[in-house]
C-alpha cells in the first residue's frame, strides 16, 4: 500500500466495458483483468477482458454498419463535419482527458495535455483532407479515359499500445473513419481507460452506431483473435517488433493489409559544429519526455570525440536536474512508468547498463518516491556498440552516449542497429546534414531539430521499426481501395482471335 496522494479521478465507471454496436457490454464469458494505477501499483478498476466471442460479435457490428452504408456512403463533405466536431468534442474536454491519461499511464499532465491537442489535431487534419481527396486520372486523346475510384475497404482492425494511448488511437482512428470503413480498436491492457472516452465523444459528434467498436482485453486473447478474424481485411498495428512479427504471421495465412509501426532505437548524432546548448536540451528532451516510453526517442546520443567530455558532463549535469515526480503535478516532467512489469525491465536495464557503460547520472530511483514505477533520468556515457544498451530498445528514461570521430564512424554506429525508425542529426554544415540524412537508415530525420511533426509527411520506420508509411495521404491509401476504371474511347484495341477466314 502506497503512501502517495495519487487521487483516482472522480466519477470513473464502475468498470472498464467493450464497446459494440452502440452499446457498453462485458465479454459474454464474464472475463476481466485488473487495470493498476502507476503511482501506487494497486488495482483500481477491472477491465472486460474480451475472447474470441466478443471480437465475434465487435466484428458483426462494425460489418452490419458498413453493409447498411450510413457512413461508408456518406459524402466526404459529411464525415468531415462529423470528424471536426470530434475534434471540437476532444478539445473541449482536453482537462478531463488529460486527468484520465495521466492517471492510467504515469506520463506527467502538462505531457498528457499536449497529446490530447494533438488528438484533436488529427481529427482536423483529416477532415480537412478527405474533402481536398482528389484521384488520378489520365487521358490518351481519342484512344482511352482511365479514372480511380476510391473506395473504403470495410472492417479495419486497429491495435494500440499504452504509450499515449488515447493520441495514438487517433492516428488510426481519424484516417479510418474519414475514408468510411467501420472499425473494431483493441487498446492495450495496461492503459484502457481514456479508449473508452471515444465511445462517448462519437456518439456525442453524431458517428452512426456500429462504425466504432471497442475490445478491451489481453494481446494473446482479444488481439490475436482480430488479427484471426476472417472479415477483418485490414490490420493496423502499433507495438513492438516482436509483436509485429506474430501479427505479421497470423495475418499471412489470410493476405491481410497490414500497417506496422514498431520498436525503435533511434540515434542523436552531435557533431562538434553543433549548437551545443540547442543540442543538449533537445536530446535531453528527446529521450525523457513522455518517461522515454517513446517510440522515436532519440535513446542513442553519437557526440563527436572534440566536444564529447563537454557534453557528457553538461547533459549528465542537465540529467539529474529533470523533475521526477507525481505525475499529476504540474511541475513534473518525468512520471510513473506504466506498469511494475514495464519497470522491472528498466530497471534490469539499468543493472546490465552499469556493467556495460559508465554511469553519470541517475541509476536508481528518486528519493521520496520509494514505492510505485519511478526511475530517474539515467545516463550511461562510452558505450561500446556491441552493449545491449546500445542495441535493444529499453523504452524508458535511459539513454547510451557513444564517441565518434568522422562522419562515417558516425554513420556507422547509428547505422548498427536492427531498428530504423527515427535520426536526429545536429551540425551547422548543410552539406553534412543533407548527406547524413540521405544515408542514414530511418524513416524520419530531424536536422537541428526535436521530432517535430508536420502530419503531412510519411510516418514510419525501416528495418525492424515498420512496415509501410503512415501520414498525410498515405494513411489514405491504406484505408482504401483504388479501383482503376479504364473506358474506351476508340477502336476496340486488340487483335481478333477465331477470325472468319
Ligand atoms: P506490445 O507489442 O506489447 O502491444 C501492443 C498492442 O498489441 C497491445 O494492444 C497488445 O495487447 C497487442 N498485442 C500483443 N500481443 C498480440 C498478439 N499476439 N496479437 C495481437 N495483438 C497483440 O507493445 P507495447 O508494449 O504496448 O508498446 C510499446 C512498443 O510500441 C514499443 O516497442 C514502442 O517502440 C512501440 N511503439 C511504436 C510506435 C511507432 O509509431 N513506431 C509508436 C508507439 C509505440
Known amino acids: 500500500m502506497s503512501s502517495f496522494n495519487s487521487p483516482v479521478p472522480a466519477e470513473l465507471p464502475e468498470r472498464i ?3 459494440i454496436g452502440g452499446e457498453y457490454v462485458d465479454s459474454a464469458g464474464g472475463a476481466t483483468f485488473d487495470v493498476l494505477n502507476p503511482v501506487t501499483n494497486e488495482v483500481y478498476i477491472q477491465g472486460a477482458a474480451g475472447q474470441k466471442e466478443d471480437i465475434d460479435r465487435a466484428v458483426v457490428a462494425a460489418q452490419r454498419a458498413f453493409d447498411e452504408g450510413a457512413w461508408a456512403n456518406a459524402l466526404p463533405r459529411e464525415r468531415s463535419r462529423v470528424l471536426h466536431r470530434i475534434a471540437d468534442i476532444v478539445e473541449e474536454r482536453g482537462a478531463r482527458l488529460a486527468e484520465l491519461e495521466t492517471f492510467d499511464t504515469g506520463l506527467p499532465i502538462t505531457q498528457a495535455r499536449s497529446q490530447g491537442k494533438r488528438a484533436a489535431e488529427n481529427f482536423r487534419f483529416f477532415a480537412d483532407l478527405i474533402v481536398a481527396q482528389h484521384d488520378d486520372a489520365f487521358k490518351v486523346p481519342g484512344r482511352q479515359a482511365n ?11 486497429l491495435i494500440t499500445p499504452w504509450n499515449t494511448p488515447f493520441m495514438l488511437s487517433s492516428w488510426k482512428l481519424a484516417p479510418a473513419l474519414a475514408t468510411g470503413n467501420s472499425v473494431v480498436l483493441k487498446p492495450a491492457e495496461f492503459t484502457p481507460l481514456s479508449a473508452g472516452l471515444w465511445a462517448g465523444i462519437f456518439e456525442e459528434a453524431g458517428l452512426p452506431k456500429g462504425v466504432f467498436n471497442l475490445v478491451n482485453g489481453i494481446g494473446e486473447e482479444a488481439g490475436d483473435a482480430l488479427v484471426k478474424h476472417l472479415d477483418v481485411p485490414l490490420i493496423s498495428f502499433t507495438g513492438e517488433s516482436r509483436t509485429g512479427q506474430i501479427i505479421f504471421g497470423n495475418a499471412a495465412p489470410h493476405l491481410k493489409g497490414l500497417s506496422m509501426e514498431l520498436g525503435g532505437k533511434s540515434p542523436a548524432v552531435v557533431f562538434e559544429d553543433a549548437d551545443l546548448e540547442a543540442a543538449i536540451n533537445a536530446t535531453i528532451f528527446g529521450v525523457f519526455s513522455l518517461n522515454g516510453e517513446r517510440c522515436t526517442a532519440g535513446s542513442r546520443i553519437l557526440v563527436q570525440r572534440s566536444i564529447y567530455d563537454e557534453f557528457v558532463e553538461r547533459y549528465a549535469a542537465q540529467a539529474k536536474r529533470v523533475k521526477v515526480g507525481l505525475p499529476h ?3 513534473t516532467e518525468v512520471g510513473a512508468l506504466v506498469h511494475p ?3 522491472e525491465k528498466v530497471m534490469s536495464y539499468v543493472e546490465l547498463g552499469k556493467t556495460e557503460g559508465r554511469l553519470v547520472a541517475g541509476g536508481d530511483r528518486p528519493e521520496g518516491l520509494e514505492s510505485g514505477n519511478f526511475v530517474n533520468p ?3 556515457a562510452d558505450v561500446p556498440r556491441d552493449a545491449r544498451i546500445f542495441q ?6 535511459v539513454v547510451a552516449i557513444t564517441p ?17 525508425l527515427a535520426a536526429y542529426i545536429w551540425t551547422n554544415d548543410l552539406k553534412r546534414s543533407h548527406n547524413f540524412a540521405q544515408n542514414v537508415e530511418a524513416g524520419m530525420v530531424w536536422l537541428n531539430s526535436n521530432n517535430v511533426r508536420d502530419l503531412r509527411t510519411p510516418f514510419g520506420g525501416v528495418k525492424a521499426s515498420g512496415l509501410g508509411h503512415e501520414g498525410g495521404y498515405r494513411s489514405i491509401d491504406f484505408y482504401t481501395d483504388q479501383q482503376a476504371v479504364h473506358i474506351n474511347l476508340g477502336e476496340v484495341h486488340n487483335p481478333v482471335f477465331g477470325k472468319a477466314d
Open 147 to 157: 479514372y480511380v475510384n476510391r473506395k473504403p475497404i470495410g472492417v479495419a482492425g
Open 329 to 331: 503535478e504540474p511541475a
Open 404 to 420: 565518434f570521430d568522422t562522419d562515417e564512424e558516425a554513420l556507422e554506429l547509428a547505422n548498427d542497429t536492427k531498428y530504423g
Open 341 to 343: 512489469e514495464h519497470f
Open 17 to 19: 466495458q467493450h464497446y
Open 392 to 397: 535493444e530498445e529499453i523504452f524508458g528514461p
Open 378 to 380: 539515467t545516463v550511461f
